[in-house]
């Protein structure tokens, strides 16, 4: 027999060489399917990584906004001072009002009230921040006192928050108050006030004055008088109602003119107040300005 191979054999040799070649050539495409396929599977998480992330940084400054803007738009605490150590009382500058819209308005002022005890000797009872909407007062823009008229009117909503700097009965807090409403309430009554009026007044100072029996006031508590537009007061201590509301117009009116008309408790920031309110008053454009007019015929 011959040792070369046969044509037979050498078929079959270059047969099974090209299924090996093949096996070799699918392996290899196999593998670089799956390689590829695992880049695409790679690049897939990784734009699903990507897009997730763009997801949570915009989520994350929408948030930061959002809260920037809270924080921007929260009630401050101002410092205003007392005494003659260095003690300060923090004062918000904005208060909500107890008008229909539940107004958040400015500090127009701020002060504190000093009581002569002794011929030598003031002591500071409580530090005051007054607050009402300045636009709601532009119909008192010219008058020759518009504090006062914004205190007498019982169409604009209005606060005083007290934050008493030494512990009082509530007693004397209102006997003190009840002082100075008597004397505008006398002073009108001399003017030619309706008699009715005055009695009806009265019957609402009554009722003032027995909110605060028994109560007492620590150092530190907060004391705010709030009147509506309707001429309603509500009283509050420490954020609480205290007592019922009183619907009477010239006792509201005297009450806010203890600390705003021209015997204020506390002239300092009666005088303040004024020139702010009056500044104010000149940058609100007026309803003419703002189209509210009658047109020319």
């Known amino acids: 027999m011959s040792s070369s191979s046969s044509p037979q054999q050498q078929r079959q040799q270059h047969h099974h ?20 396929e695992g880049e695409l599977l790679d690049e897939e998480k990784q734009r699903r990584r990507i897009r997730k992330q763009r997801i949570l940084t915009r989520f994350r400054r929408k948030s930061e906004r959002k809260f920037f803007l809270a924080s921007a ?34 500090l127009i002022a701020g002060g504190v009230r000093r009581k002569k005890v002794a011929a030598m000797l003031n002591v500071d009872v409580y530090v005051i921040g007054l607050y009402f909407l300045p636009k709601a007062c532009k119909k008192h823009e010219g008058e020759e006192d518009a504090l ?11 606060t005083v928050r007290l934050t008493f700097v030494r512990d009082v009965s ?4 209102a006997k003190a108050i009840a002082v100075n409403i008597e004397k505008k309430l006398g002073s009108r009554a001399e003017s030619g006030g309706n008699e009715e009026s005055e009695k009806k007044a009265k019957e609402a100072l009554e009722m003032f004055k027995s909110m605060f029996r ?9 004391l705010t008088f709030s009147t509506n537009e309707s001429g309603t007061l509500t009283t509050r201590l420490r954020g609480k109602k205290i007592g019922e509301s009183i619907k009477d117009e010239r006792l509201c009116g005297a009450l806010f003119e203890s600390w705003c008309g021209p015997d ?3 002239p300092e920031m009666t005088e303040a107040a004024s020139s702010i309110l009056s500044q104010a008053l000149k940058l609100i454009p007026s309803e003419e300005d703002n189209g509210g007019g009658s047109a020319a015929a």
Request: aromatic fraction near 2%; charged fraction near 25%.
């Open 17 to 36: 060489r090209q299924q090996q070649q093949q096996r070799v050539s699918s392996s290899l495409t196999t593998t670089t399917a799956r390689n590829e």
């Open 73 to 106: 738009t929260m009630t401050r605490l101002l410092d205003i001072p007392y005494g003659k150590k260095g003690e300060s009382v923090k004062v918000p500058s904005h208060h909500i009002l107890d008008d229909e819209e539940e107004s958040n308005a400015p």
């Open 148 to 158: 006062d008229a914004v205190a007498n009117d019982s169409s604009i909503a209005k």
């Open 170 to 173: 509530g007693e004397s807090v």
């Open 214 to 222: 028994s109560v007492k006031i620590e150092k530190g508590a907060s």
């Open 264 to 266: 204020s408790v506390i």
